[in-house]
């Protein structure tokens, strides 16, 4: 276990007889090593001289924890922009296993049966392990002694769920924590066209300064409120970002797709920066739309200014329906990234979500048109537009 002091350099003795450097490096327990310790600097340092010499590098982390920018953290996020396209080069090799969302630390069948996924074939338990038919013989790890010690009233739940669990739980300020989120993935289920559903938009434009915030559409099914990524359009890093802006093209295009595949019977939308496109989107559907944001604008649904009330209302509704697992999501690595990346900032009127900083790379826009689709839902529903449809075709997401 690497102290959570300052970070010493790793050696190693493998070199040859004439000194030349160690091509392969490893570096342990890497959700510690983090700007204070100097771990960013130590792995800059690693990374690039094994780079020099032709070699290679292994991390071995406990699961990290969101927003504290460990270099465990960053490796996590270069995984998922190679898994989404947005990365030039995919030379990393990620393999990450962790227990079931739904384990219940205060069960022990449940806690048992998350451990025994977490530690594979190394989990000592009586019928052998769980990832491999037929199972591989008992591990050595004692999965009793690791219940007693999460049940240890000194353990820190959310440490357990890392060490122990492998899960990449929250930051103390998470708006959602990441085993509540993955509880309610559903990738299996098939949005067909001609369905029900609502829309949830997020616009941005470029910024003076900063990353310039990412433009999101989200729809919901209106009959079970199942969440399903339309499109996010998010400024590229590095020098493929310089002077980016929002496609409008693209995203009008996919709005236009939006309406022509599903009946759409209701948009809610944040017109910052969008006004006359939104005001051109009222104009085309607004009269046809069967859920109203209001009478005059029907699509417009502000998520700043004096409108507190209501946008803290509408975040605890959609937190509400996480928590107790009445939506489901298509699991998409974007929208988990946007909702996870939220974090609670308390007003006078209750919590509301915010980035971690306002010029912070860590986007929430896909998670604020989640929110917007999921209110819209609320509303259909309320009109009992829910009712079941005969698809009419298939798409998935």
Partial sequence: MLPRGKIEPITSSARSVKGAPFIFALMD????????????GLFENVKNNTAKTGGSFVESPNAFTPGEGSVAENSAAFWDRIHEGRAKDDGLYYDHREAPPETDMADRESLIAGLRVAYGDS????DGCVLHQPPCPPGHVDLDHLVATIWDPTSDPQVSRSDFLNQITHASDSWLSQPEW??????????ADGEAVVLGFDGSRARARGVTDATALVGCRVSDGHLFLLGCWEQP???????????VLE???????????????GMYADPAKWEGHIADWEARWGSSLQVKATRDHPIEWWMTGGRSNLIVRALDKFHSAVLDKELTHDGSSVLTRH??????????SGIQIMKEHP???RKIDAAVASVLAWQARLDAVAKGLAEEEEPMGGFTF
């Fill in 29 to 40: 327990q890497t959700e510690e090593w983090v700007k204070s310790n100097g771990g960013l």
């Fill in 123 to 126: 989990a000592a338990h009586p």
């Fill in 182 to 191: 993955a509880g309610c993935a559903d990738a299996s289920r098939i949005v």
């Fill in 237 to 247: 890093e590095g020098p493929a970002g310089q002077d980016w802006r929002v496609p």
């Fill in 251 to 265: 995203v009008l295009a996919s709005v236009e797709e939006a309406f022509s595949r599903f009946r759409v019977v």
């Fill in 339 to 348: 909702v996870l990346n939220a974090r609670r900032r308390k007003g006078r």
């Fill in 359 to 361: 010029d912070s790379a």
